[in-house]
């Protein structure tokens, strides 16, 4: 059974960083992508919106937001991603989504994904 676990949300006031970790137990793909997602307040649908995406070679990819604040990092022989986002605002606030493929994310990224965590909140005060 494929678990994430997300670690590293919290309060942090605008300006400041934070670094998300997600472990994964279970999760075998050799191949398989991992990715950070993002639900916020007030976004239509309360949908869940893609950051960025590593595979296990090390390859990246991000939305133009993400590239210019937030850094993906998959340490694959933990079995862990991460994410640093520094310069934070307000936009930022949410619920911050660890997710995992068992394919390249080039097929997953960012409508199939087969596994979830159960997310961590991270909260940005003025």
């Known amino acids: 059974q494929v678990q994430l676990v997300e670690s590293g949300g919290g309060s942090v006031q605008v300006g400041g960083s934070l670094r998300l970790s997600c472990a994964a137990s279970?999760?075998?793909?050799?191949?398989?992508?991992m990715g950070w997602f993002r639900q916020r307040a007030g976004v239509v649908g309360n949908k869940r919106e893609a950051?960025?995406?590593?595979?296990?070679?090390?390859?990246?990819i991000a939305t133009d937001s993400a590239k210019a604040r937030f850094t993906i990092h998959r340490a694959k022989a933990k079995n862990s991603l991460y994410l640093q986002m520094s310069n934070l605002n307000s936009e930022d606030t949410g619920t911050y989504y660890c997710?995992?493929?068992?394919?390249?994310?080039?097929?997953?990224?960012?409508?199939?994904?087969?596994?979830w965590g159960n997310g961590t909140l991270v909260t940005i005060s003025t």
């Open positions: 279970g999760y075998t793909a050799s191949s398989g992508c």
């Open positions: 950051i960025a995406a590593s595979d296990t070679t090390g390859r990246t």
């Open positions: 997710a995992a493929a068992t394919v390249d994310f080039t097929l997953a990224y960012p409508h199939g994904m087969n596994y």
